[in-house]
């Protein structure tokens, strides 16, 4: 099982036990349409995601979250150089760790914002295509590190315990490769979300 995985779960099964006694909880399943940008020449195509949230209501308007984000592999088009073709694919995972103010309206709907810190983990992965005489190959690296989160979403109410949610993503990461490469990177996540929640 993934390390990330691993932290999450050991991270809301901490926060469940010291909340037994609380008012309010809520558990968010998201699918986001993504849009990563690491600055230079690389235009990676719209990719998709995942979000799993849990919400602990310390106040009516006022939660603190925790959450698992995981990217699918996103591809740039293939480019040409002087040696052959190649692309590039970039794929992350964070755990998200933060705050959910909302307010919710007499009728059955809430807006909400999401703002906190995340501990992310990005694969960059190279693919390079020859001619027919030099064979090609993938080559990846990995990297870990802190960034922040931003998000503002709107939710309508089926009923007291379920919800739609529509929901607008940033996750910034900073100074990825850095120290391991000589032109390290911010990654900018960009993300529509539409997804369910559970209140219980």
Known sequence: MSVFIQLFFIGLMTLMSVSVHAREMQLDASVLLTAMD????????????LALQYSYYLKKWLA???????????????????????RVSIQSKSILLGIKPRHRFAAPYEVYARLGMQYWQTELEVEEYFND???????????????????????????ERVVVQLELRHMTQRDVFEGESDNPFDLRINALSFGFGYRF
């Open 133 to 159: 005489s030099v064979p090609g190959g993938k080559t990846s690296a990995t990297d870990t590190g802190a960034g922040y989160y931003a998000s503002l979403g709107g939710a309508h109410y089926i009923s």
């Open 38 to 49: 690491a600055g230079g020449n690389d235009n990676f195509k719209s990719g998709k995601g």
């Open 64 to 86: 603190a979250d925790i959450g698992l984000f995981v990217s699918d592999q996103t591809f740039t088009d293939t480019r040409r150089d002087v040696v052959g073709d190649y």
